[in-house]
C-alpha cells in the first residue's frame, strides 16, 4: 500500500507541475486581456499615474526659422499669411524645429501646422487674425458642433499631423466681435441647420460643403486626426467660435494658457473624441462653457464613433462661462475616465461647476467622471448638474446612459442649488458619490429626479448633514 500511494503522489506532482505552468499562463492572458479591453489596469484615481504615463509633449529640433526671414513685416496690417506659410513649410522640410514669432503684432489669415513644428509666439509678440471670412478659403475638413463637414480653415489647423506646438508667451487674438463673427451667429443659422440633417442624412462629408454663401464661424485652433501636441503658455482671445477644439486627435498636452473670450459660443478648451489629454495651469474667462468635453452629435456622431477619454483637468481657474468642468451636449461618442482636481471656479456669472448634459437624440454614455479637491466661490445656477433634458429633450430613440459620477472635498460659497439632476425613470444616472462636501449659501436646496444609488457621506448644505 505504502508503494501505491507513493506512486500516487508522484502521479499527482507530475500532474501538478505540468497544469500550474499552464493555469499561470492562462491566468496572465485573462489579466492581459482585461487590461487591454480597459486601457488601464487600476481604477478611480488610482488610473491617473498611468494616463499620464501616456501623455508626453512633443520635443522639436534646436532649430529657428523667423518668419521675419519670409516676408513677415510686425506692424499690424501687413498681411503675413505667406511668410507662416513658408517658415513651416521650411522647418517641417528641415526636419522640424521652432517658427519663432518676434516681440511685434502681425497680421495674418490662417495658420496651417505641419509635423514636428512649434509655432513659438514670443513675449510681447500678438498674432491678429483676419476677420475677412474670404481668408478662411478654400473650405478644409472640420468638425462643426460635433457634425464633419467642410467648411471655413480654423485660424490654426493641422490635419493628420504628428509632433505640433504652440506656445511662447505671446497672444493670439481672432479679432472676434459684434462687428464681424460674433454678429454673424443669426444668419448662419439656417446653415447650421443644414448641416445637421446632412448628418442625419448620411451625406458624405466631402459634399457638405460650407463657407463663403453658407457661412459657419471657425474654430480657433483645430489639430484634426493629430497626434503628440502642445499648446503651452500663450493667451488666446476673441475665438470666433470655440478657442482651443481638438478632434479625434492623441496625446495632448494644454498647459498655462489663458483664455479669454465672451462671445457666442466661446468655449475655452473642448476637446472631442480624443484619448490621452492633460489641461493643467489653465485660466479660463468665457462666454460659454469653459471646458467641455464632447465625442460627435446625433447620427454623425455615431458613424464616426469615438469616445473621448483619459482627461486629466488640474490646477486650472475657472472665472466666466456656462460650466467650469463640462461633459456634452455633443457627446454621441461617450466619455469615460476624466479626472479634475485641485481647481479654483468662482464667478456669479459661471453657471455650474461639473456639469452634464444631453438628451435621448444624442444618446451615448458618460462614465467614470471623478473631481476632488475643487473650490468653488460661487455658481450661478449649481455645484453638479445632471440634465438628460438638454436641446432636443426627450424627443429620440437613443437613450443616454450617465454612471459613475464622484465628486469629493469640493466646497461652494453660494449657488441656487447644490445637487441639480434630472435623469430618466427607465434610464437612471447610477453611481453617484459625494464625499466630505460642504455647499453654503445654497438658495434652493437640491433638485433630484431619475437618480440611483445616489450616495452621500458626510455632505454638508447649508450646515445641515445629508442623508
Known sequence: MKNQDLKNKEVVLSFMSKILPVLFF???????????????????????????????????????????????????????TEAFKKAITAANQAGGGRVVVP??????????????????????????????????????????????????????????QENIAVTGKGTLDGQGSNQNWWGRIRAQGANVNASREMGEAGVPVKERIFGIGKEMR?????????????????TFKNSPMWHIHPVLSQNITVRD?????????????????????????????????CIAIKSGRNNDGRR??????????????????????VIGSEMTGGARNVFAEDCKMDSPNLDRALRIKTNSVRGGF????????????????????????????????????VRNINMENVTCKK?????????????????VTLKNCT????????????IKNLNLDNVKINGELQK
Open 103 to 160: 516681440a511685434a503684432t502681425f497680421f495674418t489669415g490662417p495658420i496651417h501646422l505641419k509635423s514636428n513644428v512649434n509655432l513659438y509666439v514670443s513675449e510681447g509678440a500678438e498674432i491678429k487674425f483676419s476677420t475677412d471670412p474670404n481668408a478662411y478659403m478654400p473650405v478644409v475638413y472640420t468638425r462643426f458642433e460635433g457634425v464633419e463637414v467642410m467648411n471655413f480653415s480654423p485660424l490654426i489647423y493641422a490635419y493628420e
Open 257 to 289: 494658457v489663458k483664455v479669454i473670450g465672451h462671445g457666442p459660443n466661446n468655449d475655452g478648451c473642448n476637446p472631442e473624441s480624443c484619448k490621452d489629454v492633460l489641461i493643467e495651469g489653465c485660466y479660463f474667462d468665457t462666454g460659454d462653457d
Open 439 to 450: 455647499f453654503d449659501n445654497v438658495a434652493n436646496g437640491n433638485r433630484i429626479e431619475g
Open 366 to 401: 458618460v462614465e467614470n467622471v471623478y473631481m476632488r479637491n475643487v473650490t468653488v466661490g460661487q455658481v450661478a445656477e449649481a455645484v453638479l448638474r445632471i440634465n438628460f433634458y438638454y436641446g432636443e429633450r426627450d424627443t429620440g430613440t437613443f437613450t443616454p446612459t
Open 218 to 234: 471657425p474654430n480657433m485652433v483645430q489639430p484634426y486626426k493629430c497626434k503628440n501636441i502642445l499648446i503651452e503658455g500663450v
Open 304 to 325: 464616426v464613433n469615438v469616445p473621448s477619454e483619459n482627461i486629466i483637468i488640474r490646477k486650472c481657474e475657472m472665472k466666466d462661462g456656462h460650466g467650469g468642468v
Open 415 to 431: 449657488s441656487r442649488y447644490g445637487l441639480y439632476i434630472n435623469g430618466y425613470e427607465r434610464s437612471p444616472i447610477t453611481d
Open 26 to 80: 492562462i491566468g496572465l492572458l485573462i489579466l492581459s486581456t482585461s487590461c487591454a479591453t480597459t486601457g488601464v489596469a487600476a481604477t478611480g484615481w488610482d488610473q491617473v499615474p498611468e494616463i499620464l504615463s501616456n501623455i508626453k509633449p512633443p520635443q522639436f529640433p534646436d532649430k529657428d526659422f523667423n518668419i521675419t526671414d519670409f516676408g513677415a513685416v510686425g506692424d499690424g496690417k501687413t498681411e503675413c
